[in-house]
């Protein structure tokens, strides 16, 4: 019977740990490297727009005449949306002492049910429980503002880094394509080139089709007579970009709002 031989080279060994220390690093900078593929996919569904509008105007104009659009387009939306808050506060204003008073009857039937069965609580226990409680309801509200911080940074930073991307178009791809030899910087441009393209129109589409759902969707639900029917459309909008469950959980809301309405 043969045997057979491993033989374990020092380059393979050397390949090894390289690949480990790149799995290693490339997991400690994943948030890095997920907000520079984010800010790839923007930048990629907005080149286009800004590569026609730089054969007639300055590149860097083209580019704040679109940043300047994106915000004045997000503002507009944004406005509806704080006026339904507004509203939707107000209605609950309107009703609290309704919901005050159905709070009021089922404290005053827990009252006569306990009276009925001869049984007292102990609420020593709740009261003991209470100084923790107000700590993690702390806890909580500190996490809550970090992470709201945290995001508010990250939108931030995304949008300067996809503003480099705009205005250096080119030196960003001839400093990438530098990492690759000599004889494959054509080919890897070439495909650079494809997935930005492909990216940049899956994302264009993705918006008009969120767009598109939001709005029949504010309308269908408005025409049937449905309540929230713009925060319930904005809602099946936003998620339409999640492909197959999306449009699924958008559906709950507005079905349970139907229900509740008219039962």
């Not at 004889?183 to 070439?190: G, P, S, V």
């Not at 269908?220 to 904005?234: D, P």
Request: proline letters at 4%.
């Amino acid at each position: 019977m043969n045997s057979v031989k491993i033989i374990i080279s020092p380059k393979s060994i050397m390949a090894l740990i390289a690949f480990v220390l790149l799995i290693i690093f490339l997991y400690q900078t994943k948030d890095v490297i997920l907000l520079l593929f984010a800010s790839f996919v923007i930048a990629s569904a907005l080149y286009p727009t800004v590569d026609w509008m730089s054969k007639k105007i300055k590149r860097g104009l083209a580019v704040g005449i679109v940043y300047f659009i994106g915000i004045l387009v997000l503002s507009v939306l944004s406005a509806p949306c704080f006026a339904i808050l507004t509203a939707q506060m107000r209605e609950f204003i309107r009703d609290f002492p309704k919901y005050w008073a159905h709070m009021q009857a089922l404290i005053i039937k827990g009252e006569i049910l306990i009276e009925s069965t001869g049984y007292i609580p102990d609420y020593s226990q709740a009261f003991t429980t209470l100084p923790s409680l107000s700590k993690d309801i702390l806890a909580q509200s500190i996490n809550i503002t970090v992470n709201l911080v945290a995001g508010i940074a990250m939108a931030f930073t995304l949008a300067i880094i996809v503003l480099f991307f705009l205005l250096d178009k080119e030196e960003i791809k001839k400093g990438f394509l530098m990492l690759f030899p000599v004889q494959y910087r054509e080919k890897t441009k070439l495909i650079v080139a494809t997935i930005s393209k492909k990216v940049g129109g899956y994302v264009r589409g993705q918006l008009l089709l969120m767009v598109i759902v939001g709005v029949l969707s504010s309308i269908s639900l408005a025409v049937a007579g449905i309540k929230f029917a713009f925060l319930l459309g904005l809602l099946a909008g936003l998620l339409e970009i999640v492909p197959i469950a999306g449009p699924i959980i958008s559906a709950v809301p507005a079905i349970i709002v139907a229900l509740a309405d008219n039962p």
